[in-house]
Nanobody
Framework: QVQLTESGGGLVQPGGSLRLSCTAS????????MSWYRQAPGKQREWVAS???????NSADAVKGRFSISRDYAKNMVYLHMANLKPEDTGDYYC???????????????WGQGTLVTVSS
């Protein structure tokens, strides 16, 4: 079984910073892309940022220049570095990973339980 566990959410004032972490655990052969998504109250889940196994990253226009994604391959972790946070960044943030449980088999998508980020004064 593959598990993704997020941490680092909390309450922060506008203009502040937070770093979210996600750890993949369990039995698997490799992890391809890892991503962050978020879901604001009453809205659909949206993609925030992704990073490939080779280190190429991309992020949504709404967070470009403020958020960055990084990865610790040895620890099977992915981070979301958030700066200059705005109230509209409030929501549940979810980690997603494309995981190959066995070599040569297709990757499957796994999700974490989410961590809440609240941006408010």
């Amino acid at each position: 079984q593959v598990q993704l566990t997020e941490s680092g959410g909390g309450l922060v004032q506008p203009g502040g910073s937070l770093r979210l972490s996600c750890t993949a655990s369990g039995s698997f052969a490799s992890i391809a892309a890892m991503s962050w998504y978020r879901q604001a109250p009453g809205k659909q889940r949206e993609w925030v940022a992704s990073i490939t196994s080779g280190g190429a990253s991309n992020s949504a226009d709404a967070v470009k220049g403020r958020f960055s994604i990084s990865r610790d391959y040895a620890k099977n972790m992915v981070y979301l570095h958030m700066a200059n946070l705005k109230p509209e960044d409030t929501g549940d943030y979810y980690c997603n990973a494309d995981v190959r449980k066995h070599l040569g088999r297709p990757a499957s998508s796994y999700w974490g339980q989410g961590t809440l980020v609240t941006v408010s004064s």
